[in-house]
């Protein structure tokens, strides 16, 4: 779908047209709408369910610029004008969090309520202190699909759909995994488009719409599930900046609960040391507090 001069951006529909309202769904960095696969069918029942892939990311466009929050967002609502939508709930999962507020602040029209799925306010320190990485081997610790699949769910406690990994891996004629088609620069540029002073805090006062939080609360004991595969100097290195982790992911959590006057209480659902990608690993719970909370009721 077009969505600026030579942008064009994929949008999947998982069904749900005939319903009266729409849910948007917006990844994380680096992942593409397939990673809503086994979720998005969840809120079929009750709505039309779309999902967008921010530009950057294939099979959308790669263009050099328009990564800062307010192209994002706007990209996001020209694909609502397209398809004639006039209102919708927006769910956003880790950065996808800058969307949605810039949304909820800029587009305020088109929002009926907003979702965040561990989408903190990363303005403040950009991602907060800094922590090694998984460490899948040389960044590729997938002779396969499936072995790539593995190290997920071992060092991340994650499952993507396999379309979800298989737009962002290049593989030879035997299956192979031998490269990404992830850009490094298209990641620097969105994770540095939403620190200050490029992007304030969140004005959460000026957010008009009702809005669910659900977030990992870790602990400085639980740690995460790949540091026990990390090198003797990256646990070191781990071990240095995880508590400062945890009082900044605890900080952005709390301000994203406070309550102003005049507007609706913010629901929130702090789950201690889960993963990030929890709407994965413990859908159930995550759909349940998302249905309670968009219909006011669990349903069937």
């Not at 294939?58 to 610029?65: A, G, R, T």
């Not at 949605?100 to 587009?107: P, T």
């Not at 759909?161 to 031998?178: H, W």
């Amino acid at each position: 779908m077009t969505v600026d001069k030579g942008v064009q951006l994929q949008v999947l529909d998982w069904g749900g047209a005939d319903k009266p309202e729409t849910m948007v769904l917006l990844t994380g960095l680096g992942d593409n709408a397939h990673v809503y696969d086994r979720f998005a069918y969840q809120f079929t029942d009750y709505f039309h369910v779309i999902g967008i892939t921010r530009r950057g990311f294939l099979p959308s466009s790669q263009p050099k610029e328009g990564y800062d929050v307010d192209t994002r967002a706007r990209d996001d609502i020209e694909v609502l004008k397209v398809l004639g939508i006039s209102k919708a709930v927006f769910v956003g999962h880790s950065i996808a969090g800058s969307e949605l507020s810039k949304i909820g602040l800029s587009f305020k029209d088109y929002v009926d309520k907003l979702v965040y799925l561990d989408a903190n306010d990363l303005s403040r320190n950009g991602q907060g202190p800094k922590l090694p990485l998984p460490p899948y081997k040389e960044g590729r610790d997938e002779r396969s699909l499936q072995v790539y699949q593995a190290a997920q769910a071992r060092l991340e406690n994650k499952l993507e759909p396999d379309q979800a990994v298989c737009l962002r891996m290049q593989f030879d004629a035997k299956g192979a995994i031998t490269d990404t088609t992830l850009l490094g620069w298209v990641s620097a540029k969105i994770s540095e488009g939403v620190k200050e002073p490029a992007n304030s805090p969140t004005d959460w006062a000026d957010i008009r719409a009702p809005r669910l939080g659900i977030f990992n609360l870790p602990s400085v004991q639980a740690r995460m599930p790949f540091y026990w595969y990390l090198s003797s100097e990256d646990k070191k290195k781990f071990d240095e900046n995880w508590p400062a982790f945890v009082g900044w992911n605890g900080d952005t959590i709390d301000q994203f609960a406070a309550v102003y006057p005049g507007k609706p209480t913010p629901i929130v659902y702090r789950l201690p040391d889960a993963p990030h990608y929890f709407y994965m690993t413990d859908q159930a719970f995550v759909v349940r507090a998302m249905r309670e909370f968009l219909l006011g009721k669990e349903g069937p």
